[in-house]
Antibody, heavy 122, light 110 residues
Framework: EVQLVESGGGLVQPGGSLRLSCAASGFTLSGNWMGWVRQAPGMGLEWVANIKQDGSVKYYVDSVKDRFTISRDNAKNSLYLQMNNLRAEDTAVYYC???????????????WGQGTLVTVSS | QTVVTQEPSFSVSPGGTVTLSCGLSSGSVSTNYHPSWYQQTPGQAPRTLIYNINTRSSGVPDRFSGSFLGNKAALTITGAQADDESDYYCVLYLGSGIWMFGGGTKLTVL
């Protein structure tokens, strides 16, 4: 069974840092693009970042560029999100996402974690 | 900047049919945008519904189907049930590694 389990969320002051982790099981992490999706309280889903299978390519939504860094350790079956210079608007549930390439060459999120809450407040 | 558009809300009667759309503020949705659909109930993680236009994820009932309608991707629920009352999101690939979710459609079944 595929499982994604996030950890590392919590309360942090504006300007602070936090590192989220996602432990993957039930599949070979190195075979998939992985990413993070967040959801602010009462709001919709927002794609945050993706990372290629070998970690060589990373993409970010504009609002987190130069502040967040996505990384992975395939040997540890883990995905990470280092979040620096946090702002109140970064307050959200952060979901770990496994991107799958289907037989037609189209990508989609095939697996979701349960999410971890990050609250940025003084 | 391109925005992914969805109806903010929709209502359907039990047993009825409803079609939700996923469009672009500029241009037409095609397979190049890798459209897919997700369902989310309050307090829960999203659940993958439809990918590859009209392929249902494992365990998704066949009353859910995907298609293109005009210049948009579409999600149709045929024979809506009470537990279909959820938020529905589409996501599109905008190129250069960038993805964008639509704002979501809150579906009410009553």
């Amino acid at each position: 069974e595929v499982q994604l389990v996030e950890s590392g969320g919590g309360l942090v002051q504006p300007g602070g840092s936090l590192r989220l982790s996602c432990a993957a099981s039930g599949f070979t992490l190195s075979g998939n693009w992985m990413g993070w999706v967040r959801q602010a309280p009462g709001m919709g889903l927002e794609w945050v970042a993706n990372i290629k299978q070998d970690g060589s390519v990373k993409y970010y939504v504009d609002s987190v560029k130069d502040r967040f860094t996505i990384s992975r350790d395939n040997a540890k079956n883990s995905l990470y999100l280092q979040m620096n210079n946090l702002r109140a608007e970064d307050t959200a549930v952060y979901y770990c996402a496994r991107w799958i390439l289907d037989s037609s060459g189209l990508y989609y999120v095939g697996s979701w974690g349960q999410g971890t809450l990050v609250t940025v407040s003084s | 900047q391109t925005v992914v558009t969805q109806e903010p809300s929709f209502s359907v009667s039990p047993g009825g049919t409803v079609t939700l759309s996923c469009g672009l503020s500029s241009g037409s949705v095609s397979t190049n945008y890798h459209p897919s659909w997700y369902q989310q109930t309050p307090g829960q993680a999203p659940r993958t519904l439809i990918y590859n236009i009209n392929t249902r994820s494992s365990g998704v009932p066949d009353r859910f189907s995907g298609s293109f309608l005009g210049n948009k991707a579409a999600l149709t629920i045929t024979g809506a049930q009470a537990d279909d009352e959820s938020d529905y999101y589409c996501v599109l690939y905008l190129g250069s590694g960038i993805w964008m979710f639509g704002g979501g459609t809150k579906l009410t079944v009553l």
